[in-house]
């Protein structure tokens, strides 16, 4: 009986430690919003691109997608 409760445990375990590393190199790439402008000058507006589409939007800027430069960029705490 103890074993049985020792690999349920261990199996647990497992399932929850897979659940947070993977859950953490999925989530934080994409959390957030996309933010444009139309200038260099102009204000940051939502968009509501996908992750996928503002970074294809941002290709032309070829700068970080995560630094708000350029005229494209995505705001992970979504401002």
Wanted: aromatic share 12%; charged share 20%; proline share 1%.
């Amino acid at each position: 009986m103890k074993k049985w409760c020792y690999l349920l445990g261990v199996a647990v375990l497992a399932v929850v430690l897979v659940l947070i590393f993977h859950g953490r190199t999925q989530t934080h790439a994409i959390s957030g919003c996309c933010m444009e402008r139309s200038s260099y000058n102009a204000q940051w507006y939502r968009s509501g691109r996908s992750f996928v589409d503002c970074q294809e939007a941002n290709r032309r800027d070829r700068d970080n997608i995560f630094h708000p430069q350029g005229l494209v960029w995505w705001d992970v705490n979504c401002r």
